[in-house]
């Protein structure tokens, strides 16, 4: 909040994961800021931040993807919004000179010709001039309320480019580390009331133990923490699946890892218990699928069984699910639990009649593995 008020911008860094990402969107929330929002890439140009140019009907004509008269960048630039930049390590050499003078300066050179000039330049120029000629100039004025917040990963410990010096010094920066343990121990808590909690501590020891820098020095990858309380409420709503499954749903460290890799996360496994001997049960069948509202939210209500019970959950609201979905259905999904997770209107489709290959086609597919949804 001081920083905005004192028109810096900012840098959050810290490890992968959409905590940063949450950060920033909640602190423009609560200040009821608009926002624009750019992920960097190894492709992006100069361009995407500034005009692409575009041929109709032979006439040349300045647009951005979203068939307007500014990019996101400048948009941000002349109406007062906060521009989020995600993918900072990502932007190429071409690209840090535009961020800079647009950061320093609060100045851009457009390609139709108009320039972007700050608030405290164009105010000067306006007591000598009138606001006609500094539009018969080409002369846009940058709010005053324009900010800039930039995500990114710390290099050289995830690859990506360094910032040079004279771009790092534009931003006030924040390291955005992973939730203190104790407040990650409390939302798995609370997602997941069926599931010992001696076994959910046991999980977010093991998970946080991997995110260590011990296990970054074995070349070790980072667990994904953000992904617990997705597992967790897998786990609660399927009490006999094994939680070492569940590891290897979010952590496949058998593939990703070479001998001495495993054996370090083996030896993590045993050490905070969890390397569980039985076999995981996991669902069998697709029993029923239907549709329900609930708060005004169209949701689906999805019954599976698994050894020998029925269990229900709930999905996030479905696509071309068929009239007669409130009817059994004969979708047989043998060694394999599906999560049924994505984004707001991705549904979970199945055509009717459809089923999962048997064990034995599986292995002729050469699938080993459960496959996940």
């Known amino acids: 909040m001081q920083k905005d008020l004192l028109g810096q911008d900012v840098f959050l860094i810290g490890p992968p994961g959409p905590l940063r990402r949450s950060v920033a969107m909640q602190y423009l929330e609560l200040t009821k800021r608009e926002v624009e929002y750019i992920a960097l890439s190894r492709d992006t140009t100069e361009t995407d931040l500034k005009q692409r140019r575009e041929i109709r009907a032979g006439t040349a004509f300045y647009i951005d993807q979203a068939s307007s008269d500014h990019t996101c960048a400048v948009r941000a630039a002349t109406e007062g919004r906060t521009l989020v930049l995600e993918g900072l390590e990502k932007a190429e050499r071409n690209v840090l000179p535009v961020l800079n003078n647009l950061l320093e300066n609060r100045e851009m050179q457009l390609e139709d010709g108009r320039f972007l000039m700050s608030a405290e330049r164009y105010d000067k120029l306006l007591k000598d001039h009138t606001k006609a000629e500094l539009d018969a100039w080409k002369i846009v004025r940058v709010s005053e309320n324009f900010r800039v917040i930039a995500l990114g990963l710390p290099v050289p410990r995830y690859s990506g480019n360094p910032l040079d010096p004279p ?13 203190p343990f104790k407040d990650q121990l409390q939302l798995l808590y609370s997602v997941g ?21 011990e296990s970054s020095t074995l070349g070790l990858p980072d667990f994904p923490l953000d992904s617990l309380p997705a597992a967790v409420q897998i786990l609660n709503s399927f009490p006999m699946m094994s939680i070492k499954h569940a590891i290897h749903w979010l952590y496949p460290y058998t593939i990703l890892l070479g001998q001495e890799g495993k054996m370090a996360v083996e030896d993590v496994l045993k050490r905070f218990e969890l390397q569980d001997s039985r076999s995981s049960l996991l669902p069998e069948e697709i029993v029923r699928v239907e549709r329900m509202t ?14 020998g019970k029925e269990v229900t959950i709930k999905t996030r609201q479905l696509n071309d699910l068929p009239d007669e979905a409130g009817a059994a259905r004969d ?21 009717p009649g459809s089923r999962v290959p048997e064990e034995s086609q599986r292995q002729q597919l050469g699938e080993e593995r459960p496959t996940l949804a």
């Open 193 to 213: 009331s069926n599931v010992s909690a001696e076994k959910v501590s046991q999980l977010l020891s093991f998970a946080t133990t991997l995110c260590s820098q």
């Open 167 to 179: 771009l790092r010094s534009r931003f006030q920066a924040r390291d955005i580390y992973y939730l």
């Open 294 to 307: 609930e708060n005004h939210l169209s949701q689906a209500s999805v019954t599976v069984r698994i050894a």
């Open 331 to 351: 979708v047989r999904v043998p060694g394999a639990c599906w999560l049924l997770q994505g984004s707001p209107g991705c549904g979970f489709r199945e055509k």
